[in-house]
């Protein structure tokens, strides 16, 4: 997963969200805790607050040894579908 890689709320929020709605990245929080062990990382996700207007999603990245190297929180934009 690359740092810029907003999708991190995307894809959690849109399985929430219903059918003619998606999301846009308000903001993108990311803090990097420690360096990663060579090898996959797995991220996280969870919504933690959502409105009729915005979504909160809230991430850690866990390194192959379930060891927290990274978290970050999205602040989305809820929108209809174009």
């Known amino acids: 997963m690359r740092h810029d890689d907003t ?3 995307d894809r959690h929020c ?3 969200l219903a059918p ?3 999301v846009v990245t308000k903001k993108l929080d990311t803090c990097f805790l420690k360096p990663a ?3 996959p990382i797995t991220a996280r996700a969870r919504v933690v ?3 009729e207007r915005d979504v909160v999603v809230r ?6 040894r379930y060891i927290a190297v990274a978290d970050a929180t ?3 934009r809820i929108l209809a579908k174009r």
């Not at 991430?59 to 192959?64: F, I, R, Y």
Request: net charge neutral; hydrophobic share 50%.
């Open 7 to 9: 999708r991190l709320g």
């Open 14 to 16: 849109r399985a929430a």
């Open 20 to 22: 003619g709605l998606t």
């Open 37 to 39: 062990a060579v090898g």
């Open 49 to 51: 607050e959502q409105t």
């Open 59 to 64: 991430a850690e990245l866990v390194d192959m």
């Open 74 to 76: 999205a602040r989305l």
